[in-house]
């Protein structure tokens, strides 16, 4: 029975990307509005790099302001879910003079690599890259581009991060699928919090214990690209190290939110980004709502040695999940790393500063900017649910 209803959830999805695609590409044809493309910032090494973005009309979304209103950020909300994609377009993407040719899917995304074996290196930690529509082009004078970054790491790092963000970093409650869109629908960039400390201790993990080793931070998400603009300004104004934010696309077929989407594509951006960096260990951070633990104990098999810690957020206190996880824990433990299982950023921060992976100074930073997110002091709004305030110990380290 499963397979007939995998077969007919794929039937469905196949139809839908069809009739879909055509809808939309005669929509196109009838409008006037100027197309754009989006260039999210990605990753590379000396002789390659991966990018992601998409082409579509103008959406006309504007950066959040204090002054937004619900029934602002619910318009901007739909204008990014209501975007008009160009499908099957083909672009040009230039990095270090190096030139590939893509082509965008029936949603207009488009993604892939870039080989530049030959070209002149560079020191810059952020690269620019560009990317150029080829075709269809309204007129002969039509001209589409678009600009991203792509960070490679610096040869001063000593470990990379791979972090989940809802509810990781940014409160999302994906565990409550009603609090989850009422979060993204009526809110924006500055109405999203984090949870308490993240920042300062992201900073740390970047600056490392020497200080200045600008370890590189990925940001691996099942949220859609339609937010990808409200994930970035927040982590901007939060002051959360920058670094690729990875995300998925959300089609309207049946089984596009079931747990092995998730899965599958988190495991295989995250597979991608330690493929890339064969010499650079990782930590990976994550928390308990959905399957990060799953996911990264599959990541540790997969690298044996190069998963120097998982750090998991435990947002299901005292729940069976959180049982579940302290038992997986001693299988990851199997597979020579250690999980940290912490029911705030404080209690990892400790962890960390005690492998000599983050600076002795550090912690009352991430100390005190955890107060403050916790509305403790006037500097910040409060960010509730970010743990019992506290020592901050980890609820449990299994190593």
Do not use: C
Not at 346 to 370: F, M, N, S, T, Y
């Amino acid at each position: 029975m499963s397979e007939w209803t995998d077969d007919l959830d794929a039937l469905r999805r196949e139809v839908s990307k069809t009739l879909g695609a055509a809808a939309r590409a005669v929509r196109s044809a009838l409008d006037n509005d100027p197309h754009e493309i989006l260039a999210y910032r990605g990753y590379g090494n000396a002789v390659r790099a991966h990018i992601n973005g998409r082409v579509l009309e103008h959406r006309g979304v504007s950066v959040s302001s204090d002054a937004d209103s619900t029934l602002r950020n619910l318009l901007n909300t739909y204008r990014r879910a209501d975007s008009d994609p160009l499908p099957f377009a083909s672009l040009a993407v230039d990095f270090r003079g190096a030139v590939a040719t893509m082509k965008s899917d029936d949603e207009g995304f488009f993604s892939g690599w870039v080989d530049t074996p030959g070209s002149a290196p560079s020191s810059d930690e952020w690269q620019t890259y560009g990317v150029k529509l080829v075709a269809p082009l309204r007129s002969e004078t039509e001209k589409v581009e678009g600009k991203g970054e792509i960070l490679v790491p610096k040869a001063s790092a000593r470990f990379g991060v791979i972090s989940d963000l809802d509810d990781t970093v940014i409160q999302s409650r994906v565990s409550n699928f009603l609090q989850a869109a009422r979060t993204v629908m009526l809110g924006n960039a500055r109405t999203r919090l984090p949870f308490p400390g993240v920042a300062g201790f992201y900073q740390a993990l970047r600056r490392g214990a020497g200080g200045d080793e600008k370890n590189p931070i990925f940001y691996v998400s099942s949220s859609p690209w339609n937010i990808y603009d409200v994930i970035a300004e927040f982590m901007e104004l939060q002051k959360i190290p920058s670094g690729p934010i990875l995300l998925r696309d959300w089609d309207v077929a049946p089984g596009a939110l079931s747990p092995t989407r998730h899965f599958d594509h988190k495991s295989y951006s995250i597979r991608s980004i330690m493929q890339l960096y064969p010499e650079l260990p990782f930590i990976l951070v994550g928390d308990t709502s959905q399957h990060d633990p799953e996911i990264y104990q599959q990541v540790v098999r997969e690298f044996p040695g190069r998963i120097k810690a998982i750090y998991i957020r435990d947002v299901t206190l005292g729940t069976e999940r959180s049982a579940a996880v302290t038992k997986l824990a001693a299988e990851i433990v199997a597979d020579k790393s250690v999980l940290v299982l912490a029911e705030d950023t404080l209690g990892a921060a400790k962890h960390a500063l005690e492998q000599g992976w983050i600076a002795a100074e550090e912690l009352p930073q991430v100390q005190e900017e955890k107060r403050a997110d916790e509305g403790r002091d006037d500097s910040k709004v409060a960010a509730p649910g970010g743990g019992e305030v506290g020592a901050g110990e980890p609820a449990a380290v299994i190593e």
